[in-house]
């Protein structure tokens, strides 16, 4: 993967103005070089390419890349000798990793902003595939959670979280791709609450919100289960969710501008008279971070491209009652394509005990 990836950034180089580039941010210098480790410089000139290294990463580096490795104290002598003056970097950097780029001196530093990260954006066959293999894992996952809350009645939001880890670890996951949101009843209101032990009791939603590592790629899945039995309104809530990212995965094609499938979405839960109860954008792209571009926002400037990997996530909260978001991982292509195959209709999300 890495000398293709490589290339594209050889050939932007002469549009950002410099010579070279350098990439010092983990996600952005693994995905160009196969380099996992956490620290490193990797210097990308137009016909060259060489990752910077301390020694407890030297034979790492060797295995992972076939870039050449060359000892991190001897970076400012090779770019004083390359005889290169101009130099690209990313604006992700520490203040202070940038003003120790300025030792050696004499080098013209260009700020950029997403060079690497729109590359990213557009994932290859194989990154699609371990982000695949991760929705395999969350579904597999799934299906055991639903089963226990049936069997043990009234876990708490973190032993529910807790399994969660668990059975993605023993289903072949690196590790979370974020902390399980397990949030029953009012709860759930909080887009982002942080697992509590607070049991799982009857008559309200359970919202569960959790991804794997897979290959080191993200993935990320949202369902809002009903325990005991719901009312009217709770089915009518539901489902202006569930057609709202209808609405959204219908509209995502490619060349559509990432802010007109946002419209799309709130429009849905606007005109049903909820629009003020949805406080957070439609999705976001996955891949290397569990946040990635494209950016499905009002504000996106970003337009959906084949292969693009993103999550549709509507959701309406109601504080002091409850939350439902429902979420999915997409594939943008002729004919976009939802990742996990776990059921979201109301009725299979309702849990009678």
């Known amino acids: 993967m890495a000398s293709g990836q490589i290339r594209k950034i050889q050939e932007t180089i002469k549009d950002l103005g410099v010579e070279a580039f350098l990439v010092m941010t983990k996600n952005n210098r693994q995905y160009l070089s196969g380099f996992t480790g956490s620290a490193g410089m990797l210097l990308i000139a137009k016909n060259s390419a060489m990752l910077f290294v301390d020694p407890r990463y030297f034979l790492r580096a060797k295995k992972e890349t076939a870039i050449p490795v060359k000892p991190l104290e001897q970076y400012p002598s090779v770019l004083k000798r390359s005889g ?138 949202s369902r809002t289960l009903f325990v005991g039995r719901p009312s009217a309104h709770h089915e009518k809530v539901y489902n202006i969710v569930l057609n709202a990212q209808a609405s959204g995965i219908k509209s995502a094609k490619i060349g559509i501008e990432a802010k007109e499938v946002h419209s799309q979405v709130y429009d849905s839960i606007q005109k049903a008279g909820y629009g003020k109860f949805f406080t957070h954008n439609s999705g976001h792209g996955v891949g290397l971070q569990i946040h990635e571009l494209p950016s499905l926002s009002p504000d996106s400037d970003q337009v959906l491209r084949r292969n693009n990997v993103a999550t549709m996530e509507p959701g309406i909260y109601l504080p002091g009652k409850f939350g439902v978001r429902i979420e999915d991982m997409i594939v943008v292509s002729e004919k976009t394509e939802v990742l996990s195959r776990i059921p979201k209709d109301f009725k299979s999300m309702v849990i009678n005990i």
């Open 84 to 221: 290169i003056k101009k130099v690209g970097v990313e604006d992700l950097i520490s203040l202070r990793e940038f003003n120790n780029l300025k030792n050696p001196t004499g080098f013209r530093w260009t700020i950029t902003h997403d060079v690497i990260e729109n590359f990213r954006a557009q994932k290859t066959a194989q990154e699609i595939a371990f982000i695949r293999k991760g929705s395999q894992i969350i579904d597999e996952t799934f299906k055991y959670i639903r089963k226990y809350i049936l069997k043990y009645i009234h876990p708490s939001e973190a032993e529910i979280a807790y399994k969660i880890e668990r059975i993605g670890k023993n289903l072949g996951a690196e590790a979370n791709a974020f902390d399980p949101i397990i949030a029953f009843g009012p709860n759930a209101a909080a887009p982002h609450h942080s697992s509590s032990n607070k049991k799982i009791g009857r008559d309200n939603f359970l919202l569960l919100d959790f991804g794997f590592k897979f290959k080191g790629y993200h993935s990320d899945f």
